[in-house]
């Protein structure tokens, strides 16, 4: 089991940063790759990034150029900072753990409010 905790978000204005947090715990050792997802209302969760151990990552069209996903291994905590946001960006973020190469589990953070007035 994985346990992961979300911190950071918030309400800033259009333009504004901010940078959230995921605290992974537990089995630890099993994560292969760490996210970020966001579920804004009426709609389907969807990808924000993603980046594997080995530091490879991955980004939704809408948040490149904008967002950064890093990981400190040693910390075993995964960021997104987020720059220039937008009104279309609020949502509930949420971090995600990927574990297993053959068999494949996912665990989720609780999620995040992000808020940014239109």
């Known amino acids: 089991q994985v346990q992961l905790v979300e911190s950071g978000g918030g309400l800033v204005q259009a333009g504004g940063s901010l940078r959230l947090s995921c605290a992974a715990s537990?089995?630890?050792?099993?994560?292969?790759?760490m996210g970020w997802y966001r579920q804004a209302p009426g709609k389907e969760r969807e990808l924000v990034a993603t980046?594997?151990?080995?530091?490879?990552?991955n980004y939704a069209d809408s948040a490149k150029g904008r967002f950064t996903i890093s990981r400190d291994n040693a910390k075993n905590t995964a960021y997104l900072q987020m720059n220039s946001l937008k009104s279309e960006d609020t949502a509930v973020y949420y971090c995600?753990?990927?574990?297993?190469?053959?068999?494949?589990?996912?665990?989720w953070g609780q999620g995040t409010q992000v808020t940014v007035p239109s």
């Open positions: 537990g089995l630890i050792f099993s994560i292969t790759a």
């Open positions: 980046i594997t151990r080995g530091g490879s990552t």
């Open positions: 995600n753990a990927r574990t297993g190469i053959v068999r494949v589990d996912d665990y």
